[in-house]
């Protein structure tokens, strides 16, 4: 076994190379603005639900609370006309890929087994 001097065994351990704890993970300013972007939806779609609900009702009084909370964090201007339009159509193309995976589960499970669904006694 090797011997120590007293100093040695008193230092911090080395982090490996390459690693510093000077820096630290830095947060993705797209992710954020897009997160922004969404949360502004948020509000906005809350804005129209409340007079629906009614603001004296319980799911409206829940609903304006959630506006007032969450409307302080979006920057006024974060949603605009053709972002409106972009997250729309994002959400349908997500929608339109959703359908198309379950369609195919839906094969895949029809082309089974004859006589029933794969796994099932008839």
Same mark, same amino acid.
């Given at each position: 076994?090797?011997?120590?001097?007293?100093?040695?065994?008193?230092?911090?351990?080395?982090?490996?190379?390459?690693?510093?704890?000077?820096?630290?993970?830095?947060?993705?300013?797209?992710?954020?603005?897009?997160?922004?972007?969404?949360?502004?939806?948020?509000?906005? $779609?809350?804005?129209?639900?409340?007079?629906?609900? /009614? %603001?004296?009702?319980? @799911? #409206?009084?829940?609903?304006?609370? +959630?506006?007032?909370?969450?409307?302080?964090?979006?920057?006024?201007?974060?949603?605009?006309?053709?972002?409106?339009?972009?997250?729309?159509?994002?959400?349908?193309?997500?929608?339109?890929?959703?359908? $198309?995976?379950?369609?195919?589960?839906?094969?895949? /499970? %029809?082309?089974?087994? @004859? #006589?029933?669904?794969?796994?099932? +006694?008839?």
């Amino acid at each position: 076994m090797p011997i120590q001097s007293p100093a040695a065994a008193t230092q911090p351990p080395q982090a490996p190379m390459g690693v510093s704890s000077a820096t630290g993970p830095t947060p993705n300013k797209g992710y954020e603005a897009a997160g922004l972007q969404q949360l502004g939806m948020i509000v906005k $779609q809350l804005e129209r639900v409340i007079p629906l609900l /009614g %603001a004296s009702s319980e @799911p #409206g009084s829940a609903a304006l609370k +959630a506006l007032n909370s969450l409307a302080k964090h979006v920057p006024s201007g974060s949603v605009t006309p053709a972002s409106e339009k972009n997250m729309a159509e994002q959400t349908m193309m997500k929608a339109t890929q959703n359908n $198309q995976q379950m369609q195919a589960l839906k094969q895949q /499970g %029809a082309g089974g087994a @004859p #006589g029933g669904t794969p796994g099932m +006694a008839a």
